[in-house]
């Protein structure tokens, strides 16, 4: 009902602006209203209109999903975990200004600087359609500030975005089919955290699935969460395979797989390009900062 009303509100919403541009033509017309506040209000139509049939690809059941996100650090040591670590900030800056609320599930800090991996979970509206096509491989190409000799580097890290099932998808999981590990939580929390075997690792022996969870101090509770990540993961993959069989005559059309550079970020050239939809933005601070819808949509809109 959630979904269905906030569409209807959405047309409601944009057939007023339409409604308000024709009585302002008409004043127009009539000499009572400017060229300039014409012009004003169209703009705000077209906006209304570009918003709606962007939403309008967001139709997958998925789409309406929470999310949880996932960055690993590739090959290069410090410099890919201190890149980690920038993506991590970017994603919970888009999140924070989007409206969604973060909560960080897990994390592994580099040796020197950075973090060699983390998952954070991300709930607002529409999280998982906005976010699903940042699947891949992220390219970072800077002069090092960890090089004494100040090269240019390059550095890689991977993103996956995993849907966050809810009560309405039913996920059966074998309670044979697991193995679960506990450990001692790696990150900051205070000494109960570090010092009980608090934080859980899941594996699903059928499909090599492994879902980990540290974040809360009683290991309960992680287990809960550490399952229904686990069955996100479950669905997600699912959810590929379907995609896979539908689309595997399409053989030029890239997947969202591990592997895939996606987007290269040049920062001395102050360039952001991504190679699938090639929207590119010259103001890296801004893209480093959370402003990541232009690439979202422009993928969701190539992607449909």
Known sequence: MKGHKNW?????????????????????REGEATEEELNTQYEKSLAKIDDLEFRS???KEEDE???YLEINAGAGGTESCDWSAMLLRMYMMWAEKSGH???????????VAGVRSVEIEIKGSY????????????????????????????????VFVHPMIDDSIEIDVNPADLSWDTFRASGAGGQHVNKTESAVRVRHLPSGIVAECQEERSQHLNRDKAIQMLKSRLYEAEI???????????AGKMKNEWGSQIRSYVLDDRRVKDHRSNHTINNTDAVLNGDLDGFLKAFLMVDT
Do not use: I, W
């Not at 096509?133 to 002069?143: D, F, K, P, Y």
């Not at 090092?144 to 991977?158: D, E, H, L, Y």
């Open 127 to 158: 999280t998982y359609g906005m976010l699903k096509g940042e699947n891949g491989v992220h390219r970072l190409v800077r002069v090092s500030p960890f090089n004494s000799q100040g090269k240019r580097m390059t550095s890689f890290a991977s």
């Open 240 to 250: 590929k395979r379907r995609a896979e069989e539908k689309n595997k005559v399409e």
């Open 101 to 111: 609320k973060v909560k960080l599930l897990n994390r592994v800090d580099g040796d």
């Open 57 to 59: 690809t967001l139709n």
């Open 8 to 28: 209807v509100e959405n047309y409601n919403l944009t057939k007023a602006e339409l409604d308000e541009l024709e009585v302002l033509h008409e004043f127009y």
């Open 65 to 67: 999903l929470n999310c």
